[in-house]
């Protein structure tokens, strides 16, 4: 199995801040990852596909970059709808997987 | 525009069969480029992707249930479901069902709002 591991487990922000989040793999995934954002008692949402294509719909403020083995997920400006928990996941062979999530606070 | 329904039992007993079906509105499973997924996600914990019926017509399991899994289709009521036996407490979980676009990234979108299952005597 492909292992994803996300860094920070958690971090905390404040309104307006620029914020990266990490997704590294354990073997080379070309660019299939993909970032999901999870509010409480909500399902998951794809904020970002093929780890740097926007999801219509999805505010600007959000990119992703990265290929092979380390990708990022930037919020530009942090919105106060931003506080949640995001995941990363690769789709480069199955078994599909997650990381374990960052969850983002408000400092 | 697709929207997902999960259905089922909340509770099972250990050792039983855990059932859940995904009722598909404003499109057709048997469209191209999607394949019908379930994931879950025990509380306070992160996803585990279990499986999905791939648009190729092949289902796709996490070896880690496959022994216990099964996932089909049902063409007629433009659904799908999930069989999960012999559970135990760690089964307990968010069940979630999605659509994944298969046809390029591999990606989950929509999901349902998910059903909680506990497994308890």
């Known amino acids: 199995d492909i292992q994803m591991t996300q860094s920070p487990s958690s971090l905390s922000a404040s309104v307006g801040d620029r914020v990266t989040i990490t997704c590294r793999a354990s073997q080379s995934i070309s660019s299939y990852l993909n970032w999901y954002q999870q509010k409480p008692g909500k399902a998951p949402k794809v904020l970002i596909y093929a780890a740097s294509s926007l999801q219509s719909g999805v505010p600007s403020r959000f990119s992703g970059s990265g290929s092979g083995t380390d990708f990022t997920l930037t919020i530009s400006s942090l919105q106060p709808e931003d506080f949640a928990t995001y995941y990363c996941q690769q789709s480069y062979n199955t078994p599909i997987t997650f990381g374990q999530g960052t969850r983002l606070e408000i400092k | 525009q697709v929207q997902l329904q999960e259905s089922g039992s909340g509770l099972v007993k250990p050792s039983q069969t855990l059932s859940l079906t995904c009722a598909v509105s404003?499109?057709?499973?048997?469209?191209?480029?999607?394949?019908w997924s379930w994931i879950r996600q025990p509380p306070g914990k992160g996803l585990e992707w279990i499986g999905y019926?791939?648009?190729?017509?092949?289902?796709y399991y996490n070896p880690s249930l496959k022994s216990r899994v099964t996932i089909s289709l049902d063409r007629s009521k433009n659904q799908f479901s999930l069989k999960l036996s012999s559970v135990t407490a760690a089964d307990t979980a968010v069940y979630y069902c999605?659509?994944?676009?298969?046809?390029?990234?591999?990606?989950?979108?929509?999901w349902g709002q998910g059903t909680l299952v506990t497994v308890s005597s």
């Open positions: 404003g499109g057709s499973i048997s469209s191209g480029g999607y394949s």
């Open positions: 999605a659509s994944c676009n298969s046809s390029s990234w591999y990606w989950f979108d929509p």
């Open positions: 019926n791939h648009h190729s017509g092949s289902t």
